[in-house]
C-alpha cells in the first residue's frame, strides 16, 4: 500500500474493487492489526496500534478469503460468531446469507459438516462463514470476495440482504464483483496500493 487514506461514517457501506495484487486484502489485513503496516488507522479517536489486539477483535468481523469451516455440527460452526445466538438467531442468519433452505434439507442446525466443511460446496462454506459474521456483535465488517463461489443469482440476493443486514453496523466489501448501483455509499478502486475514489 502506498497511497491510502479514507473515513468510514458509522452505517456507512464501502466498496473497493482492484486487481488481484493490487492491495485490497493487505488493506483489510492492516485494518484487522494483522500485518504491520506504516501510518495510523483510527478507529473513532483511538489509534489502532495503541490498543490491545483482543479489545479490537469484538468490534470487527472479517470474512477472508480463507475462513474457515470447521468439523462439527451446523450449530458449532455459527455460534462462534455468538455463543449466546438463539436458534432462531441461527436461522434467521441462514436465511439472511441464503442457506437456510439448504441446511434443513441437510438435517438442521445439528446436521454434521465434515473437515474443512468439505460436506458442503465452496459457496455454501462461504455463506456459512458470513452467517457468523452477521450473528456477531461487530460494528464493523471487513468483507473478502463475500459472493465467491456463488452463482450470479444467489449473488444478486446477497447484496440485497448485506444492504438491510448492516443497518447502523459500518462495511467495507472488497471484490471484483460487479454490485448492484446503489450498494454502496462510497466507491474506491485499488490500482498499485493507490486508493482511488470513484
Known amino acids: ?11 456507512q457501506r464501502m466498496v473497493i474493487q482492484g486487481l488481484s495484487g493490487s492491495g485490497k486484502t493487505t ?15 483510527f478507529y473513532g479517536a483511538e ?19 480463507h475462513s474457515p469451516v470447521f468439523m462439527g455440527t451446523v450449530r458449532y460452526n455459527l455460534q462462534l460468531g455468538n455463543p449466546r445466538a438463539t436458534d432462531e438467531q441461527l436461522w434467521d442468519a ?8 439448504h441446511i434443513e434439507a441437510i438435517g438442521g ?8 466443511g468439505n460436506s458442503l460446496s465452496v459457496g455454501q462454506n462461504r455463506r456459512l462463514c458470513l452467517a457468523r459474521i452477521v450473528l456477531s456483535p461487530a460494528r464493523l465488517w471487513l ?8 452463482d450470479k443469482a444467489t449473488a444478486e440476493a446477497l447484496w440485497h440482504d448485506l444492504r438491510a443486514l448492516t443497518q447502523a453496523r459500518s462495511m ?6 460487479e454490485l448492484p448501483a446503489d450498494f454502496a455509499h462510497e466507491r474506491y478502486r485499488l490500482l498499485g496500493g493507490v486508493l482511488l475514489r470513484e
Open 94 to 101: 441462514l436465511q439472511a446469507v441464503q442457506l437456510k433452505s
Open 172 to 177: 467495507i466489501v472488497v471484490t471484483h464483483a
Open 47 to 65: 489509534d489502532l496500534a495503541h490498543i490491545a489486539p483482543e479489545c479490537i477483535y469484538p468490534h470487527f468481523a472479517l470474512l477472508s478469503q
Open 27 to 41: 488493506l483489510l489485513s492492516s485494518l484487522m492489526q494483522i500485518i504491520a503496516y506504516e501510518g495510523h488507522i
Open 109 to 116: 442446525l445439528d446436521s454434521w459438516i465434515g473437515e474443512g
Open 1 to 11: 500500500l502506498k497511497a491510502v487514506n479514507f473515513e468510514l461514517l458509522p452505517g
Open 143 to 150: 468483507l473478502d470476495e463475500p459472493t465467491a463461489g456463488l
